[in-house]
């Protein structure tokens, strides 16, 4: 999807970095796998396994330090495709609202102020050029929002988009996850009526244009290459969610790709456009395909009352996901993941680098700073050997 790699998630740092729970009352897509005994968190299938993180792994994460999130709050959502930098949710005594931070000292631009700075806060995509983020109002709930973008050749910020209200004055019920972005197309879903009706909305960007391809109960879309837009829809009440894929030009429906063709009630998925990964529909198992012309299969189930949380990430050979409260870094290569933070956090992937929020590691009450770790790819450490 965009090249930022995300997919219909998000909500895991929307209210300052803390999780919303994802609940679907659904179960996951069968497959066919072996399930050997094993130890850790999770039992690991299909030749992956768990390494353990190593020195070399130590001193690249902690050498990678974002020097601004010493001193501010930042809330990481979007990675830019130069590797170097990332946009984020700014809170410091100079400036509440949405930036594009980059890897040296004090290196921000600001992009929008929050109207509200104690009752706003964002979440958005970029592909490039343009940077596209729903700006929430109120922190109960989320569906008081307005959609912006944000050029970056020019710097012009449009409002694009903004939720709407039923005959009551309450504004509809709406998808939490973000709007996403690619090649100069938007997408997203906002509420239009009861009972959880959405509208899926494009918008053209370089032309100025939106339009609602489709309304539905639907949950947030995402972009495929090819102008494809795809979302997850219940026809039925009480049906599982499965997966529709559309022109995003036309509106005309076409054929889902076998990765998303087989999936039933999945919330939580993350794709760069090739390949996808994703949380079972009860949070049990992890699941990716290397392409979207091919089947998802099981990496690995958590164990216990351990669950997958909705923040995979997935972005070159590398996939990000967190058994709460640990953090682990996947490589599909090798096919060995590795603990990466034992309390709660998150990634951001993309073809290009790795960030690492570790969350709030400084006790204090009011205090949101974060270490945020941006790491290039290319400096990553091989992947250790697992134990046996």
Not at 43 to 67: D, E, F, K, M, N
Not at 118 to 142: I, L, M
Not at 159 to 173: D, L, M, R, S, V
């Amino acid at each position: 999807m965009a090249t930022s790699g995300r997919g219909f998630r998000g909500g895991h740092r929307l209210g300052l970095g803390l999780a919303l729970a994802a609940v679907l009352a659904a179960t996951a897509c069968a497959a066919g796998a072996t399930r050997p005994a094993g130890s850790g968190p999770a039992r690991s299938y299909g030749g992956w396994c768990q390494a353990q993180l190593t020195a070399a792994w130590r001193r690249v994460l902690s050498h990678h330090i974002v020097p601004l999130s010493r001193t501010t709050s930042l809330v990481p959502f979007a990675l830019a495709p130069d590797g170097r930098s990332f946009f984020a949710d700014v809170r410091s005594p100079h400036f509440f609202g949405v930036a594009r931070i980059g890897f040296a000292p004090h290196a921000m631009t600001q992009i929008k102020a929050f109207p509200d700075s104690s009752e706003s806060q964002a979440d958005g995509s970029f592909d490039g050029r343009w940077f596209v983020w729903y700006e929430y109002h109120g922190f109960s709930s989320f569906d008081n929002f307005k959609i912006y973008a944000w050029d970056s050749r020019t710097g012009r910020v449009k409002q694009i988009g903004a939720a709407t209200k039923g005959p009551n004055g309450e504004f509809w019920t709406s998808p939490w996850q973000g709007p996403d972005v690619r090649n100069g197309e938007a997408t997203w879903a906002q509420g239009s009526g009861p009972d959880g009706l959405s509208e899926v909305h494009v918008y053209d960007l370089r032309a100025g244009r939106g339009r609602v391809i489709h309304t539905g109960h639907t949950e947030s879309p995402f972009l495929l290459a090819h102008r494809l837009v795809a979302w997850p829809e219940s026809l039925e009440r009480g049906a599982y969610v499965q997966m529709f894929v559309a022109n995003g030009l036309t509106g005309k429906r076409v054929e889902a790709p076998p990765a998303l063709r087989v999936l039933r009630g999945i919330s939580g998925l993350a794709t760069d456009g090739r390949q996808i990964a994703y949380p079972s529909a009860r949070f049990k198992s992890l699941w990716w395909s290397p392409s979207l012309r091919a089947e998802p299969t099981e990496i690995l189930a958590a164990r216990g009352l351990d669950s997958i949380d909705n923040s995979v990430q997935i972005g070159g050979r590398y996939l990000g996901f967190g058994i709460e409260p640990p953090l682990f870094l996947a490589d599909t290569k090798t096919r060995r993941y590795l603990e990466i933070e034992r309390q709660y956090g998150y990634t951001e992937l993309n073809a290009n680098a790795l960030l690492v929020d570790y969350g709030n590691n400084t006790r204090k009450r009011l205090d949101f700073r974060s270490h945020v770790v941006l790491v290039p790819l290319r400096a990553l450490p091989r992947m250790p050997a697992c134990s046996s």
